[in-house]
């Protein structure tokens, strides 16, 4: 590649997860102190680190040929970026994170309609003024610096937005949810004029795809057992697998290797049954890929 690759890495809270995330993809990420520049064991990319309420707008003016950032942050934005890949991954859960709406415990507001004529505090200010516009309810919308939960303890406005994946901070607060606005995960973008270099679409194509499979092989396990010819077809009929368990003869023996890959939720429950059906030797070990 004569010009690498461009990649924005968001700063912040998402930082040492994607990082990581590219650890598992096969690339080393290496943050030197207070640089903006880390390098990367990749020729062909280059890094900078953004923060991710701006990677879309980088991303969209050229100065990134592609980012990791935000669902929310692209449409607070209106970014015209083009979206690769959607990798839901953050620094707490593998779910998707929600900005909702929440109020005080005691307050009387119930619906978006209740809110009419108040305050709102959010750090996503131009998607919530668009949201409430769009429904006709006349509030208004102040941009909040950070602490935005005790925006609303403390007086300074009566509800807020704010992005949540346990709940656990907006609870800690008193206050409660009355609605949701959006889901969001991060998602791989790139620029358009990038997407149409063949070169540089090549690499991001690349990183969506063993980024997209590190997270898949988070969620997956491989088990192999031994397990007898008269036990081999209700052993194997226990068996989840991506399309078909594994199954080769043991040298010179009537037992047989089956192997298999499952979701690592349900290996606690299935393990048990599987030794009551006459498997043995089972082995359990983790996934780095899955594509």
Request: proline fraction near 4%.
């Amino acid at each position: 590649m004569s010009t690498p690759l461009n990649l924005g890495i968001p700063k912040g809270s998402l930082q040492a997860a994607t990082i990581a995330l590219f650890k598992r993809s096969g690339w080393t990420i290496n943050v030197n102190g207070r640089s903006y520049f880390p390098e990367i064991d990749d020729d062909a990319i280059q890094c900078a680190i953004c923060r991710a309420q701006e990677m879309s707008r980088y991303v969209e003016n050229g100065t990134l040929d592609a980012g990791l950032t935000g669902k929310d942050w692209i449409a607070e934005n209106v970014s015209d970026v083009r979206v690769v890949a959607d990798l839901v991954y953050s620094k707490v859960s593998s779910r998707p994170a929600r900005w909702v709406l929440a109020v005080p415990y005691d307050s009387p507001v119930r619906t978006l309609e209740d809110l009419r004529g108040k305050k709102i505090a959010t750090e996503l200010v131009a998607f919530s003024r668009r949201y409430f516009e769009e429904r006709g309810i006349d509030v208004t919308i102040e941009f909040s610096w950070g602490a935005t939960e005790a925006k609303v303890v403390s007086g300074l406005a009566d509800a807020i937005v704010e992005v949540t994946e346990t709940e656990s901070t907006i609870r800690a607060h008193g206050l409660r949810i009355i609605h949701e606005l959006m889901q969001t995960n991060t998602q791989l973008i790139a620029n358009h004029e990038a997407w149409r270099d063949p070169v540089k679409r090549k690499k991001i194509e690349q990183i969506a795809l063993l980024l997209s499979g590190a997270l898949k092989g988070e969620k997956l396990v491989g088990l192999k057992m031994n397990v007898s010819g008269t036990d081999l077809e209700k052993v194997v009929a226990l068996l989840p697998s991506l399309n078909a368990p594994t199954v080769a003869p043991l040298y010179q023996s009537e037992w047989f290797s089956v192997e298999t890959v499952i979701g690592s939720d349900v290996v606690r429950e299935l393990m048990p049954v599987l030794l009551a059906n006459g498997a043995e030797g089972i082995i359990e070990y983790p996934l780095n890929k899955v594509v």
